[in-house]
């Protein structure tokens, strides 16, 4: 069989809505540009709260990184909490380690509350050293973290890592039993179904074109401009992530879109699969181009990685694909002939101090920058956002440190450093 070159969670989900039918309203409270989860969390909420949403998505729901994803609900955020530490001082990691804990409640709550089908379970995460001096500085996290914030995480030294991984190859593990798992796109379907049940309008194959300042009726306001007609809002949220483009130009000098790639095998032998990933847990390796690894719910291992630093071409994906088949071998000698039956890519939204941030940007509101732990995020800052537009006094971590753009400036959406920074973090995986 050849490789499926698109998301396998695609073929398990529907995604599309209302389609081109679904017109562009001329006018509503609020439009949210992208259907993602930031989106679509605030879209359900605001919708909730009473108020007329008009949902502006270029494509279809759920069709960027939304869906492609690993599905892994992390606690955490991409910088370690030493590192946050260092970047934004004791108070703020607090708040920001916090938010990233009651994202995972949040995205829990809402797949109770919409009773949405889509396998979220509370697995727990294993991280895996990559090198010896890796597994030291687990245990250092593990030491604060316990210190700080009053949680426990577990140290899985080498001897006893074949209860958690069937691969030899690591150097110890850190368990954190507070993370989950779900299928991505059935999660993206069942968060526009509930923002359609509470009566948002979701507009595919509405790609926004510009947002201007207009006054209407008296009262002040936006003209959205997308290739299907215009709608006047009272405000507009932009969710656009890794996908942000022109006709937001000053976020998208502060998003760096970043390709991530993911392949997944045929269905395993339930033994084999149970001999890989024990407890069913999501899994990811301490290295900065790192792998990360789960099985699917019917069984398959669904690898993914950085492996080209590039979003999403058909070129990259095949390059990916041959790249994650041979390192998912290197991971698990076990799966040398399994056949890989899909590949694919999608864009992760870093910024230049790989913090999320959220806030409001020439009167426009925005939520994005999640570098890969966006599940949960997005969600969650999605639905802080719309409750921040409903008129409630929201005090965000992420938006009370400045939204940096690249030092001097130098870059306006096409991002022509990501080959030195490749090279840096292969350097960096190389020598720590
Ligand atoms: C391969 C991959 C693996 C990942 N794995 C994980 C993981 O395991 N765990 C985790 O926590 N995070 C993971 N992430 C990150 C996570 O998927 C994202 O952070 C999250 O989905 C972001 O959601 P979002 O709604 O902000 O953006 P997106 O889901 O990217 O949605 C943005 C939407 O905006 C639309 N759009 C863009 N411009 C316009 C416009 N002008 N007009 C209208 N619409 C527009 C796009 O079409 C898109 O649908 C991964 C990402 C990728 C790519």
Redesign the pocket.
């Known amino acids: 069989m050849s490789i499926q070159e698109k998301p396998y969670w695609w073929d398990t989900a529907r995604l599309e809505t209302d389609g081109p039918a679904m017109p562009v309203p001329e006018r509503a409270d609020i439009a949210v540009?992208?259907?993602?989860?930031?989106?679509?969390a605030a879209a359900r909420e605001l919708a909730r709260r009473g108020a007329r949403v008009a949902v502006?998505?270029?494509?279809t729901t759920?069709?960027?990184?939304?869906?492609?994803?690993?599905?892994?609900?992390?606690t955490g955020l991409k910088l370690s909490v030493a590192e946050l530490r260092a970047k934004v001082g004791r108070e703020l990691t607090a708040e920001m380690y916090n938010a990233s804990m009651e994202s995972i409640d949040c995205v829990e709550r809402v797949v109770q509350e919409e009773k949405i089908d889509c396998t979220f379970s509370r697995c727990g995460h294993l991280e895996v050293a990559s090198k010896p001096g890796h597994y030291r500085r687990m245990a250092e996290w593990a030491e604060g973290t316990a210190r700080e914030f009053g949680r426990e995480v577990r140290l899985v030294p080498r001897e006893a890592l074949a209860s958690e991984i069937g691969s030899r190859i690591y150097f110890g593990g850190l368990v954190d039993e507070g993370s989950g798992g779900l299928n991505?796109a059935r999660y993206?379907a069942g968060l526009a179904d509930a923002a359609k049940r509470a009566g948002a309008a979701i507009c595919e194959h509405?790609?926004?074109?510009s947002i201007e300042r207009a006054a209407r009726d008296g009262a002040a306001g936006f003209r959205v401009t997308?290739v299907r007609g215009q709608v006047w809002a009272r405000e507009v949220l932009v969710?656009?992530?890794?996908?942000?483009?022109g006709?937001t130009p000053e976020l998208r000098r502060r998003v760096v879109p970043i390709?991530?790639?993911?392949i997944a095998t045929e269905p395993l032998p339930a033994a084999l699969a149970a001999e890989l990933v024990p407890r069913g847990r999501?899994i990811f390796d301490s290295k900065h181009f790192l792998h990360?690894f789960r099985l699917t719910p019917d069984g398959r291992m669904l690898f993914?990685g950085r492996a080209a630093f590039f979003p999403e071409t058909q070129d990259t994906i095949r390059k990916s694909a041959a790249i994650l088949r041979c390192d998912m071998v290197r991971v698990y000698p076990q799966l040398a002939s399994a056949t890989v039956e899909y590949a694919?890519?999608?864009?992760?939204?870093f910024t230049f101090d790989m913090l999320p941030h959220a806030g409001t940007m020439d009167g426009v509101r925005f939520?994005?920058g999640?570098?890969?732990?966006?599940?949960?995020?997005?969600t969650y800052l999605?639905m802080k956002m719309a409750a921040a537009m409903a008129g409630e006094d929201v005090s965000l971590p992420f938006g009370r440190v400045p939204f940096p753009t690249a030092p001097l400036g130098l870059y306006w959406g096409r991002p022509w450093f990501l080959p030195l920074a490749s090279l840096w973090y292969r350097f960096l995986d190389w020598v720590q």
Not at 33 to 40: M, R, S
Not at 56 to 59: G, Q, R, V
Not at 259 to 262: F, T, V
Not at 344 to 349: A, I, M, N, Q, V
């Open positions: 540009v992208g259907a993602g989860y930031t989106g679509l502006l998505e270029a494509e759920g069709w960027g990184a939304s869906s492609r994803n690993g599905g892994m609900v992390l991505p993206a509405a790609r926004v074109e997308t969710a656009t992530s890794g996908y942000t483009g006709a390709g991530s790639y993911i999501m990360y993914g694919w890519g999608g864009t992760l939204d939520a994005m999640y570098a890969g732990h966006g599940v949960a995020m997005a999605g």
